[in-house]
């Protein structure tokens, strides 16, 4: 992508329309820029798609960088526990609005003292630890899917079928996104290490680097594949695959089945940062704590930054140049799949991997809704072959009959039938409902 950069402007879709990629296009070339902690962070005790943790400090509490201040050990595989981003103190322990659910749910405030980033775990030795050990690790380190999804990282590599592929996902399909190349590009060498060690959890030989770069655009980190014996597969450069169930099927031609994962069909699929974070947590003992993202407004341009989480985004916005204030709205992780959130007070969380910021003369396009016209087109441009406006009346009467007809639960949420509206019809928040329902219906 980035030789190509000043010729590629889109990515080509089912359906016969192509999407804007040049927030992408503006942001590759700018490599990271670390920001310090704000005075005041906000830490949620769930940052991933299990139950919420619960504190294991309290108001007035000292914390450390890296330290473990929630989790729920009797919650189930699904629980992730979260670390403090700072050396500081327990300021306050109550319920905020969270930025993904939209739900009050319980939240740390944390004073900062100081900026100090010393490990709060122990390294440990690549081969001198067990697999259980090192899984062990993942979870102790809160680490989850940070390619959106906040899917705990330690299920995952703690897979008992026999899987016979590791695929890393570098596809890094969305428009405003730009991080995860920036990660390629500066940490090559710790990410490699990561998905080494995923491989040891996973016991696989067979790994897969799925990219849509060109032969000889990142040519360094492809090196460092060749070197290690990872095999690059390359993809076309459209949206919809990044989703693991159609990366899958483009890269080994396996059809994961409806209500099926991955490892139904003997693969496994991780993001790219979160084999740098595995790597980090094994070999560094660090939390994870921060993170890559990609900050783009027409004021500000594309900018990719590393941040801790917690961190207000009107904090981020302020060592930009730029304040709150002076944008309509603002979304969070993929302009395609995130929410919208209505002021920048609100957290950088693990799912976190980009901040889009609309100028008041770039207003939503949903504020004026038409009646749907049954055009058909949200039908065409689905990648996963579903209705989506037929499933979303199914979901406003709560039709559960018609929901689980028409298989809801299939939908990745990729946001393709809202962005292709004519009528501006937001389709995308009732597929999440209907697909939640679907899955909790069985």
């Known amino acids: 992508m980035p030789a190509d950069k000043e010729h590629v402007h889109h990515f080509k879709e089912e359906g ?3 999407m804007d990629i040049s927030m992408k296009r503006e942001s590759i070339d700018d490599p990271f820029t670390e920001v310090p902690p704000a ?10 798609i299990g139950k919420e943790t619960e504190p294991l400090v309290k108001k007035g509490d000292p914390v450390r960088y890296g330290q473990k201040i929630g989790d729920l050990e009797k919650g189930g595989p699904m629980v992730v526990p979260v670390h403090s981003p700072v050396n ?12 993904i659910s939209q739900e009050l749910e319980k939240a740390f405030i944390i004073h900062t003292e100081d900026h100090g980033t010393d490990p709060f775990y122990e390294p440990m030795n690549f081969m001198g630890n067990s697999r259980e050990e090192l899984i062990d690790r993942v979870r102790e380190a809160g680490i989850v899917g940070l390619g959106g999804a906040s899917f705990p990282t330690h299920l995952k590599l703690s897979e008992e079928k026999k899987i016979s592929h590791l695929i890393i996902n570098a596809k890094e399909s969305d428009p405003n996104l730009a991080c995860d190349v ?18 040891k959890m996973l016991k696989v030989d067979n790994i897969l680097f799925a990219t849509r770069t060109k032969k000889g655009e990142v040519p360094g980190f492809e090196k460092l594949l060749k070197k290690n014996g990872i095999q690059i597969s390359r993809i076309r450069p459209n949206y919809s695959v990044g989703s693991e169930r159609l990366l899958v099927k483009e890269v080994l031609d396996r059809e994961v089945p409806s209500k099926g994962f991955p490892p139904s069909v003997g693969a496994v699929v991780h993001n790219v940062a979160t084999a740098y974070a595995v790597s980090k947590a094994v070999l560094d003992g660090e939390s994870l704590v921060s993170r890559g993202l990609t900050l783009y407004s027409k004021e500000t341009g594309g900018k990719n930054l590393w941040v801790r989480m917690g961190t207000p985004i009107e904090h981020v916005l302020n060592r930009c140049r730029t304040t709150g204030k002076k944008f309509e709205r603002i979304a969070i992780g993929s302009i395609m799949m995130g929410p919208t959130i209505p002021n920048a007070s609100y957290p950088v969380m693990k799912a976190t991997s980009g901040i889009t910021a609309f100028t008041r003369s770039e207003p939503s396009p949903y504020k004026k809704q038409k009646p749907c016209i049954r055009c058909g087109y949200c039908n065409t441009v689905c990648p996963v072959d579903i209705y989506p406006v037929l499933i979303m009346e199914a979901e406003k009467r709560d039709d559960r009959k018609m929901i689980k007809k028409y298989h809801a639960e299939d939908c990745i949420d990729c946001g393709l039938c809202s962005y292709v509206c004519p009528s501006y019809i937001k ?3 009732h597929l999440r409902k209907a697909s939640f329902i679907a899955s909790k219906d069985g």
């Open 16 to 18: 016969g329309f192509e």
């Open 182 to 199: 920036r990660l390629m590009m500066e940490k090559g060498q710790e990410m490699i290490r990561g998905i080494k060690l995923m491989g």
């Open 39 to 48: 005075k005041e962070m906000t830490v949620f005790l769930r940052q991933h």
């Open 88 to 99: 500081g103190t327990v300021k306050a322990i109550k319920k905020l609005r969270h930025p």
């Open 427 to 429: 389709l995308t928040p």
